[in-house]
């Protein structure tokens, strides 16, 4: 069975800095395409960044380029965010999703969320 | 504001068929395959639809999808409580390398 779970989240002062993780399992991690998404709270699906199976393509939103960094450590079946110089706007919940072989590739597997606030 | 664009909310009755759209331009949905995701209250997202009709295992044949052009549609017939959820079209636009979610439909059952 997949699993996906986040930790990391909290509160944090604008100008902060979090570093979230997923765990996974139940698949081989370092066959597939993770990614990052965030909800900010009564608000729709906002896609944050994209990491390949080996780490050898990398993707950001606008909103979050030059301040947070995706990475996985496929030893550990686990998927990182460094999220620096945070925002009031970036609070939100956090979810891990899994995806395919391709970037391009449904986000078929999610994580339960793990929510950020960003509040002086 | 998404590039993509479905109507914020949607309504039905136990049983009836109800459609939400998603629309976009030659460049997202025009060339791209549209997934959907449903978000009951409280709960991540979960898959429903992907590459514009299949669904995946678990998934009742009472949702479908369908993409012509620059829109897509989900279709749920036979309505049921239990649907009512958030749904969301989303899809991969291969010339700018980002991921992109419509804004989210409501669906009431009234």
């Known amino acids: 069975e997949v699993q996906l779970l986040e930790s990391g989240g909290g509160l944090a002062q604008p100008g902060g800095s979090l570093r979230l993780s997923c765990a996974a399992s139940g698949f081989t991690f370092s066959n597939y395409a993770m990614h990052w998404v965030r909800q900010a709270p009564g608000k729709g699906l906002e896609w944050v960044s994209s990491?390949?199976?080996?780490?050898?393509?990398?993707y950001y939103a606008d909103s979050v380029k030059g301040r947070f960094t995706i990475s996985r450590d496929n030893s550990k079946n686990t998927l990182h965010l460094q999220m620096n110089s945070l925002r009031v706007e970036d609070t939100a919940v956090y979810y891990c999703?899994?995806?395919?072989?391709?970037?391009?590739?449904?986000?078929?597997?999610w994580g339960p969320g793990t929510l950020v606030t960003v509040s002086s | 504001q998404s590039v993509v664009t479905q109507p914020p909310s949607a309504s039905g009755t136990p049983g009836q068929r109800v459609t939400i759209s998603c629309s976009g331009s030659t460049s997202n949905i025009g060339s791209s395959a549209v997934n959907w995701y449903q978000q009951l209250p409280g709960t991540a997202p979960k898959l429903l639809i992907y590459s514009n009709n299949q669904r995946p295992s678990g998934v009742p044949d009472r949702f479908s999808g369908s993409k012509s052009g620059t829109s897509a549609s989900l279709a749920i017939s036979g309505l049921q409580s239990e649907d009512e959820a958030d749904y969301y079209c989303a899809l991969w636009d291969d010339s700018l390398n980002i991921r992109v979610f419509g804004g989210g439909t409501k669906l009431t059952v009234l």
């Open positions: 999703a899994k995806g395919g072989t391709y970037s391009r590739s449904p986000l078929d597997f």
């Open positions: 990491i390949r199976s080996y780490g050898d393509a990398i």
